[in-house]
Structure formats: C-alpha cells, structure tokens
C-alpha cells in the first residue's frame, strides 16, 4: 500500500514530464533531484525578471497606452501535471504531496456527486457563500497537501508510519529507476492501449 501505488504515480509524473518536453531523461534520482533544482532556479530568475519588467512597464505607461496581454496568455510554465507537482517543490516531498492532493480532490468529487444524485436528501443551492466555502476549500486542501504524511492516514491505513513511510521512498525510487529503464517502451504500451480502447469506443457510436 506504500509503495507500488507511489511507484506508478511516480512513473506517471515523470514520463509525462519527459514526453512533454518539461524534463530530460536522467540517469538516476540525484540528476533528476539537480534538474528539479535547475527548474527552481529558473522560475526564480524568471519571477525576478518579470518584476523588473513590471517596473519599466509601469515606468512607460505615461508615454501611451498598452494593449493589455490576455489573461490566459500569462498563465505560462507548462502542463498541468508537471506545473503542480514543481508546485509542491518536485523531489519525493513533492511528488507525495501532489499524489495526496489529487486523492483528496477525487475524494471530494466523488462526495460531491453522491450528493447531487442522492434525490431524497438533495439540498444544494449556489450562493456567494458557496463560492467562498470553495475557494477555502480549494486552499486548504493544498494545505492538507503539504502535510501529507499527516493527511494520508484518514485515506490509507498506514499501520506503523516510519515503516510506511521507508516503503513509499522506495516506490518512488522504483518509480524513478523503472521510468529511466522502461519508461519509453511502458509509455509506449500504455499509449496503444488507450488508442484500442479509443478506437473500440469510436466504433460504438
């Protein structure tokens, strides 16, 4: 229960990663550890970039007005998986926090449709309290991300916790060995598989 679940989530973040461009295929987990610490300096070198042209932008803005950039146009860094997982920090810390802030978003779907389909006890209504409750909500399961050795025992029977805790560091290092050994060739396979099923569903209809 510790490890092969954080092996495959391990897998799936990083071959993702590397498909998409995000990462480069390493050699084992301390260059990948060096590549996550490259991206941070980066993003930092970036955020302090982009504040010095905040700066000359304001500075210029007397001489005319600017067409403003589109909004989503400035969300920039990347896919979503690989996005979130360097917001949790990268690493084993980070790859844990993302793998339980999905379980507790799932979590709560899945809770939130059982009551949108139980009829007899159906109540919701949506209000601006609703939408502040969400926002909340939304921060404080990252919150509960970042604490995830802390989180995960009200989804997981972890048992004894340090055990617990050694066997899921060594899935992630199996998630990284077998993403650098295999990862191509089960990348591979799994995309044809979902192509079958792809194709068998098309079919259908």
């Not at 391990?10 to 590397?18: E, M, R, V, Y």
């Not at 050699?27 to 070198?45: G, S, V």
């Not at 799932?106 to 969400?134: A, C, P, Y």
């Not at 604490?147 to 916790?161: C, E, I, P, R």
Request: overall charge neutral; glycine content about 10%; charged content about 25%.
């Amino acid at each position: 229960m510790g490890a092969l679940p954080v092996a495959c989530f391990t897998f799936l973040t990083l071959q993702w990663s590397i498909v998409s461009g995000k990462l480069a295929k390493f050699t084992d987990a301390k260059d990948l550890q060096a590549q996550y610490k490259k991206i941070k300096d980066e993003a930092k070198e970036a955020k302090t970039k982009a504040k010095e042209q905040k700066k000359l932008n304001e500075a210029e803005e007397e001489s005319g007005p600017k067409e403003k950039e589109p909004f989503f146009r400035q969300q920039k860094g990347g896919d979503l998986l690989h996005g979130k997982l360097m917001f949790f920090g990268g690493g084993f810390y980070g790859t844990m926090a993302l793998f339980t802030y999905l379980i507790v978003e799932v979590d709560e779907v899945l809770s939130f449709l059982g009551k949108i389909i139980d009829f007899t006890n159906w109540h919701f209504s949506f209000s601006f309290q609703f939408v502040i409750d969400l926002f909340i909500n939304s921060i404080m399961n990252i919150v509960a991300a970042f604490v995830w050795f802390h989180t995960l025992q009200d989804y997981a029977d972890m048992g004894n916790g340090w055990i617990w805790l050694v066997a899921a560091y060594a899935g992630y290092l199996g998630g990284v060995r077998f993403t650098r050994e295999k990862g191509d060739e089960a990348w591979q396979f799994l995309s044809e598989e979902i192509g079958k099923i792809k194709g068998k569903l098309t079919v259908k209809r």
